[in-house]
């Protein structure tokens, strides 16, 4: 049982409670706060995964995305794919630390409720847009390293070239799935307790408005 709820249970059981509403909305902003600084932080440990990536991505080709002897040289797709996954958590990191910023001990219970909201709603914005990026990349990278991989066109020229393209689109589709699947779970690993908290804190801070 955390702090928050030692305190609840004092308050209700007390006839004259020595614990008020004003210590418990004290530690709902601490908590709430905490939890927002958080995900601050770890935006920007993935920041720093992200220019790590990229500047890896500078200095090495990729000759996964150099096909058929070099006369398709895509080793340019991975730093761009970085570059804009960079500028994506830049954008919300900046976001993140704003919604910090603005949880101040001294608001009314309903303004850290809605300042609750934006923080919860700006997370969820942030793990939507990397997942639709993530997946674009994925999808677009697979396209281009199998477009002209052996297999495909062995069987683009053995088969009605629809059906070749409809067979490559459905395996790009499964393991984009199956990646941007493993994405999400990740990221409801790593900002799912943090999102359930502040939803926690929201309910008791209305609660205390009752």
Not at 19 to 29: A, C, F, H
Not at 115 to 120: E, G, L, M
Not at 138 to 153: D, E, N, Q, R, Y
Not at 156 to 172: D, G, S, W
């Amino acid at each position: 049982m955390d702090e928050l709820e030692l305190l609840k249970k004092d308050w209700n059981l007390r006839k004259d409670p020595q614990v008020s509403k004003d210590d418990i909305y004290k530690m709902l902003y601490k908590k709430s706060s905490s939890k927002v600084k958080w995900i601050f932080y770890i935006s920007v440990i993935e920041l720093l995964i992200g220019i790590i990536s990229t500047i890896w991505s500078f200095s090495h080709s990729n000759e996964n995305f150099i096909l058929n002897d070099g006369q398709h040289d895509y080793s340019w797709l991975p730093v761009v794919f970085e570059t804009v996954a960079c500028l994506i958590i830049i954008y919300y990191a900046v976001k993140f630390y704003k919604n910090y910023k603005k949880i101040s001990v001294d608001d009314d219970a309903k303004t850290l409720m809605k300042n609750i909201i934006v923080a919860r709603r700006t997370v969820k914005n942030y793990i939507t847009v990397s997942l639709v990026a993530g997946g674009l990349f994925v999808m677009t990278g697979l396209f281009l390293a199998t477009s002209v991989s052996p297999i495909f066109l062995d069987l683009y020229e053995k088969n009605n070239h629809l059906v070749a393209y409809l067979i490559l689109i459905a395996i790009i589709l499964v393991i984009t799935i199956f990646i941007i699947g493993v994405i999400w779970l990740l990221y409801q690993l790593v900002y799912g307790l943090l999102l359930r908290t502040l939803h926690k804190n929201y309910k008791e801070l209305k609660k205390l408005e009752v």
